[in-house]
C-alpha cells in the first residue's frame, strides 16, 4: 500500500477515522522547522501522516510557511503521495463558492524568499513541470468528489499569488484576462518541491470566495472565507476519506521517476555534506 501524506490547509486540522498513533515532535531538517508536528497513523491498511500547512492554530502566514522543511520530512517519514487540501477564490462565475477544484495546472506568481528547490549550493537538477500534478491522485479525487455527491471542476489553473494580502480588483481582472480559474498562496510551491521529492502530489480546493472581482458579491474577508469553509469542510474531510484507500491501493505513481534525468551536476563534484542531507530524495541516484 502506498503510504499517504496529507496537508491540511485552512480550517483542516484533523481527519477523522485516521486513528493517530504518533504524534511525532517536531524535528529540525536540513532545511529548519517544519510547519509543526507530523501525525501518523493508519487509516484502515493505509499508513497515514497529517501535517498542518500553516500550524496548529494558524499561526503560519503562506508567506512563511517552511515548505522545504514540510516537504523533505514527508520524505523522510516515507510518503509516497501527498493529498493537499487548501481554500481557494473563484476567478471564474461557473466556480461558485461550496464548489471544489482539482486544479491541473500552475501558475507562480510568488515574489517573496520562499524556497521552492532543494538543489542549491553544489547540486542542479531541472525537474519537469508540464503536469505539475499526480494524473493517478487527480482521478481518484475526482471519482470521490462525485461519490460524496459534491460539485466538482475536474481541471483548472492555480494561480499562486504572495499574500498574505488579498487581491485588488486590478490584479482579480488582470488574473482573469490571463485565463486563470481559481487563486490560493500555497499550492504551487509544494508542488515544485514535492516533484523534486518524486512525491505523487495533487491538491483538493475548496471555493470560498469570488476574489474581488464580482460585481454581485462583497470584497473578500477572512470572515466569509471561514463561515464557507467552515460549512465545506465536512465535504472535504469526506473527499478525503473516500480517496485515501483508493490512493493507497496504487501501486506506482509517475512522479517516483521525477529525478530519472533531471540531475544535471556530476556527482564527482557535489559536495559530500550534500549528497547526505539529500539522501532521502537523491540516494537512487547518487551514491
Known amino acids: 500500500m502506498a503510504k499517504i501524506g496529507i496537508i491540511g490547509g485552512s480550517g483542516l486540522y484533523e481527519i477523522e477515522g485516521v486513528d493517530i498513533t504518533d504524534d511525532l515532535m517536531i524535528v529540525d531538517t536540513p532545511f529548519g522547522q517544519p510547519s509543526g508536528r507530523f501525525m501518523a497513523g493508519r487509516f484502515g491498511d493505509v499508513e497515514v501522516v497529517f501535517l498542518s500547512r500553516h500550524g496548529r ?3 503560519i502566514s503562506p508567506s512563511e510557511v517552511n515548505y522545504r522543511a514540510n516537504i523533505y520530512e514527508m520524505k523522510r517519514l516515507g510518503v509516497d503521495a501527498i493529498l493537499s487540501v487548501s481554500a481557494c477564490g473563484s476567478l471564474r462565475e461557473d466556480m461558485k463558492p461550496m464548489d471544489f477544484v482539482i486544479p491541473d495546472q500552475f501558475v507562480d506568481r510568488t515574489f517573496k524568499a520562499r524556497e521552492t528547490s532543494f538543489f542549491t549550493e553544489g547540486i542542479v537538477a531541472h525537474v519537469s513541470m508540464d503536469e505539475p500534478v499526480s494524473p493517478e491522485i487527480t482521478k481518484v479525487l475526482i471519482d470521490c468528489c462525485q461519490k460524496a455527491g459534491v460539485t466538482v471542476h475536474e ?38 518541491l514535492a516533484r523534486e521529492a518524486e512525491i505523487a ?12 472581482w464580482h460585481p454581485d458579491h462583497d470584497a473578500v474577508t477572512v470572515e466569509v472565507i471561514m ?3 467552515k460549512q465545506n469542510i465536512a465535504n472535504a474531510k469526506k473527499v478525503i476519506q473516500l480517496a485515501i484507500p483508493e490512493v493507497g491501493r496504487l501501486k506506482e505513481f ?20 550534500k549528497k547526505i542531507t539529500l539522501a532521502p530524495i537523491i540516494s537512487k541516484y547518487v551514491q
Open 57 to 59: 492554530g494558524h499561526s
Open 155 to 192: 481541471k483548472g489553473t492555480y494561480i499562486n499569488m504572495e499574500g498574505p494580502q488579498f487581491s485588488t480588483k486590478a490584479e482579480s481582472h488582470l488574473y482573469r484576462s490571463w485565463g486563470m480559474d481559481i487563486i490560493g498562496m500555497t499550492n504551487m510551491i509544494e508542488a515544485k
Open 227 to 229: 463561515n464557507n469553509l
Open 201 to 212: 502530489y495533487a491538491s483538493l480546493c475548496s471555493v470560498t470566495d469570488y476574489d474581488c
Open 254 to 273: 509517475k512522479a517516483q521517476q521525477a529525478l530519472k534525468h533531471a540531475i544535471i551536476t556530476d556527482p564527482d563534484v557535489i559536495p559530500e555534506q
